[in-house]
């Protein structure tokens, strides 16, 4: 769904240069998870921004969908990032004014999407996450874990095809990070592409496999042990 091929990212020049990536080779297909782990500047955030085409590379090819996103219009991509691609943050980012519901609708009535139709669709993604009895509550009303939920069914609702996730469990407990995560591997499982940004190793572990990132290198690649799900009959 997504690849990476000697993506490079440069901010500033000169003596002030800073090679936020270097080189990075990564792809990832449809049902598959995959976790980014590194220490705090090693580049997970900015691999997850040209992934999301909210940056471009300074050097490399990104492909989503089989399609070279620099070679797309400003129009084209925003069609791409609406259609396909959902992002999962870790304050959340949802809008305090409308509901759980309207929240997950929102992306959908973007791309033109009907009332009726939209809301339907979001009903449909916010049952899948339990959370049918909190439809109509507004985010305050909600607590941590449920927020996030919230956000992961915006996240996917539609046709998204990619999921990328900055540090999404790092406002949560650890019971509702692995919920989190969890939540996170079911929706790859129908067919979505996912990239997850973590610095925890128990987290990681509910991955397909593991990225391992420093000073925007990769310097490790590895399938994770059988994690927790190992005991669900994964």
């Given at each position: 769904?997504?690849?990476?091929?000697?993506?490079?990212?440069?901010?500033?020049?000169?003596?002030?240069?800073?090679?936020?990536?270097?080189?990075?080779?990564?792809?990832?297909?449809?049902?598959?998870?995959?976790?980014?782990?590194?220490?705090?500047?090693?580049?997970?955030?900015?691999?997850?921004?040209?992934?999301?085409?909210?940056?471009?590379?300074?050097?490399?090819?990104?492909?989503?969908?089989?399609r070279d996103v620099s070679r797309?219009?400003?129009?084209?991509?925003?069609?791409?990032?609406?259609?396909?691609?959902?992002?999962?943050?870790?304050?959340?980012?949802?809008?305090?004014?409308?509901?759980a519901v309207e929240n997950v609708?929102?992306?959908?009535?973007?791309?033109?999407?009907?009332?009726?139709?939209?809301?339907?669709?979001?009903?449909?993604?916010?049952?899948?996450?339990?959370?049918?009895?909190?439809?109509?509550?507004?985010?305050?009303?909600?607590?941590?874990?449920?927020?996030?939920?919230?956000?992961?069914?915006?996240?996917?609702?539609?046709?998204?095809?990619?999921?990328?996730?900055?540090?999404?469990?790092?406002?949560?407990?650890?019971?509702?990070?692995?919920?989190?995560?969890?939540?996170?591997?079911?929706?790859?499982?129908?067919?979505?592409?996912?990239?997850?940004?973590?610095?925890?190793?128990?987290?990681?572990?509910?991955?397909?496999?593991?990225v391992f990132l420093r000073d925007?290198?990769?310097?490790?690649?590895?399938?994770?042990?059988?994690?927790?799900?190992?005991?669900?009959?994964?």
């Open positions: 769904m997504i690849e990476l091929r000697g993506v490079t990212k440069v901010y500033g020049s000169g003596p002030a240069e800073v090679r936020a990536l270097d080189e990075i080779d990564l792809s990832v297909a449809p049902g598959e998870l995959v976790a980014l782990m590194g220490p705090s500047g090693s580049g997970k955030s900015t691999l997850l921004t040209i992934a999301g085409t909210l940056e471009r590379a300074t050097a490399g090819t990104v492909l989503i969908g089989g797309l219009g400003k129009d084209e991509l925003a069609r791409l990032r609406r259609r396909s691609i959902g992002y999962v943050f870790q304050d959340f980012n949802l809008l305090a004014g409308l509901t609708m929102v992306p959908r009535e973007l791309d033109g999407l009907g009332h009726r139709r939209a809301r339907a669709e979001a009903l449909a993604v916010l049952e899948k996450m339990s959370l049918a009895d909190r439809a109509e509550r507004f985010p305050d009303d909600l607590s941590g874990g449920e927020r996030q939920r919230v956000a992961i069914a915006r996240a996917v609702v539609g046709e998204r095809r990619l999921l990328l996730a900055d540090e999404p469990t790092g406002a949560l407990d650890s019971v509702n990070g692995e919920a989190v995560m969890r939540l996170l591997r079911s929706c790859c499982r129908n067919g979505v592409a996912g990239i997850v940004g973590t610095h925890d190793a128990q987290l990681a572990a509910w991955a397909d496999r593991v925007g290198r990769i310097v490790d690649r590895t399938a994770p042990r059988p994690g927790p799900e190992s005991l669900l009959g994964r």
